[in-house]
């Protein structure tokens, strides 16, 4: 997990989530399982990317334009802690589905 991620306590509020079905009522848990996880592993690799991508305040000239920059950039990871956090939440409920 991420050094972005949100603690599994958190995981199942506020979204709604999936109740139980068999495969053939509707989609199953492994397979709600395996594509949140695989949508968690990338978002995860997104925050990592985004993190090593260069945000250098000789790159900005304006007056307060880094500390725009920097405002930005940490309202883009807390979107992508949402999304992990969303993406958390539906793997973690398809794993306690019965």
Known sequence: ?????????????????????????????????EEYQAAHQALNRACEALAAATCDARDFHSEGAWKQAQLDREDMFSKLAELQHYSASW?????VLP
């Not at 306590?9 to 397979?31: D, F, M, Q, W």
């Not at 793997?91 to 794993?95: C, G, P």
Request: neutral net charge; charged residues 20%.
């Open 91 to 95: 793997m973690y409920r398809a794993t």
């Open 1 to 33: 997990m991420s050094r972005y991620s949100i603690p599994a306590e958190r995981y199942v509020e506020p979204y709604e989530l999936p109740t139980a079905h068999s495969e053939a009522s509707g989609t199953g848990a492994k397979v709600l399982a």
